[in-house]
């Protein structure tokens, strides 16, 4: 297995400041005595595909240089390839269960990376700010690692990975709306997105069930989240009991608030004391199942997708996380 941290870029990240400061912070990570390898996206994907390519030439640990969706890309590129049962072919060392796991650190150049605000201790920061910069280049520089779950999304036509959140509703209406027309507005687009979205507020079912549930809800809801970790859009702290080594799908639901009672309880989103209003609910799971009747767009680790989900289980500590 190769050691050295193959650092997969997205120079275009963060508005183009990710390619500015990204020379900087290797050389210093460099000069700390970690081994880096670079390679640069130019496109969606490019992540995915680097990563998958670097996972079979024996790279093992891999830097996320960018922003959520950069994440979330190389976590696609390392499964499912990470979960198969190695060949005896392959040699010896190759039937060790620890030499399939992945390890991912970070590099928060771009407009925000929400998993790692759950080990900055910082509520009132962007994680890619400097403090949260700060975090991950010490992280990297003192070799800290801790197991991390990964959620699986089956969908339809196949699967997809996370270890941040995946929504549906409200949140996934504000990540769509940001995506389409505010894409470069960073955490004003977030802002903007939200009070457009609450103009038109919709409140609709659907249906899910987890284990111990004989029947799908199918009430109407603002939204439902799928978490395993606590934060997203930056600061937004929509699942503040999620754990991301708990072997648990924290998915939390608020059911159909009105306009008014929303716009009085908005800025719980951002401390996590949604949880507490009467129509919210949060329940740790192991699986949930969908009955939907059509696909729904959703959010997942900040990429808006357009998928016909069926279920969601988890990887119990199948990556390992820099934090």
């Not at 891999?62 to 979960?83: H, K, M, Q, R, W």
């Given at each position: 297995?190769?050691?050295?941290?193959?650092?997969?870029?997205?120079?275009?990240?963060?508005?183009?400041?990710?390619?500015?400061?990204?020379?900087?912070?290797?050389?210093?990570?460099?000069?700390?005595?970690?081994?880096?390898?670079?390679?640069?996206?130019?496109?969606?994907?490019?992540?995915?595909?680097?990563?998958?390519?670097?996972?079979?030439?024996?790279?093992?640990?891999?830097?996320?240089?960018?922003?959520?969706?950069?994440?979330?890309?190389?976590?696609?590129?390392?499964?499912?390839?990470?979960?198969?049962?190695?060949?005896?072919?392959?040699?010896?060392?190759?039937?060790?269960?620890?030499?399939?796991?992945?390890?991912?650190?970070?590099?928060?150049?771009?407009?925000?990376?929400?998993?790692?605000?759950?080990?900055?201790?910082?509520?009132?920061?962007?994680?890619?700010?400097?403090?949260?910069?700060?975090?991950?280049?010490?992280?990297?520089?003192?070799?800290?690692?801790?197991?991390?779950?990964?959620?699986?999304?089956?969908?339809?036509?196949?699967?997809?990975?996370?270890?941040?959140?995946?929504?549906?509703?409200?949140?996934?209406?504000?990540?769509?709306?940001?995506?389409?027309?505010?894409?470069?507005?960073?955490?004003?687009?977030?802002?903007?997105?939200?009070?457009?979205?609450?103009a038109r507020l919709d409140r609709r079912p659907f249906p899910v069930r987890f284990e111990g549930q004989q029947k799908f809800?199918?009430?109407?809801?603002?939204?439902?989240?799928?978490?395993?970790?606590?934060?997203?859009?930056?600061?937004?702290?929509?699942?503040?009991?999620?754990?991301?080594?708990?072997?648990?799908?924290?998915?939390?639901?608020?059911?159909?608030i009105g306009r008014l009672g929303l716009i009085k309880n908005l800025s719980t989103l951002y401390d996590g004391t949604h949880?507490?209003?009467?129509?919210?609910?949060?329940?740790?799971?192991?699986?949930?199942?969908?009955?939907?009747?059509?696909?729904?767009?959703?959010?997942?680790?900040?990429?808006?997708?357009?998928?016909?989900?069926?279920?969601?289980?988890?990887?119990?500590?199948?990556?390992?996380?820099?934090?």
């Open positions: 297995m190769n050691d050295t941290f193959l650092a997969i870029i997205n120079p275009a990240a963060g508005g183009g400041r990710c390619g500015e400061r990204v020379g900087a912070a290797l050389d210093r990570l460099r000069s700390s005595g970690v081994a880096l390898e670079t390679a640069e996206t130019s496109a969606g994907g490019d992540a995915t595909k680097i990563a998958r390519e670097g996972y079979s030439r024996g790279y093992r640990k891999f830097l996320a240089v960018g922003g959520d969706g950069t994440s979330y890309e190389i976590v696609n590129g390392l499964f499912p390839d990470s979960l198969l049962t190695p060949s005896p072919a392959n040699g010896p060392s190759a039937d060790k269960p620890e030499d399939r796991i992945a390890t991912l650190g970070f590099l928060p150049l771009g407009t925000g990376n929400s998993f790692l605000r759950d080990f900055t201790g910082s509520a009132s920061s962007s994680a890619s700010d400097d403090n949260g910069l700060e975090y991950a280049m010490q992280a990297l520089e003192a070799r800290r690692s801790r197991p991390c779950d990964v959620l699986r999304l089956t969908h339809k036509d196949g699967a997809i990975y996370y270890t941040n959140l995946l929504s549906v509703g409200f949140t996934a209406d504000v990540a769509t709306l940001r995506h389409r027309r505010f894409q470069g507005l960073g955490q004003f687009g977030y802002l903007l997105s939200i009070f457009m979205c609450l809800d199918t009430r109407p809801c603002l939204f439902l989240t799928f978490n395993n970790s606590k934060f997203t859009g930056g600061t937004m702290m929509i699942a503040p009991d999620a754990i991301t080594d708990d072997g648990l799908i924290e998915y939390v639901r608020w059911g159909p949880t507490r209003h009467p129509l919210a609910e949060r329940h740790a799971v192991s699986r949930i199942e969908f009955q939907l009747d059509q696909p729904v767009d959703v959010m997942v680790d900040g990429e808006v997708l357009t998928l016909d989900c069926k279920s969601i289980d988890v990887l119990s500590a199948a990556l390992r996380v820099v934090v």
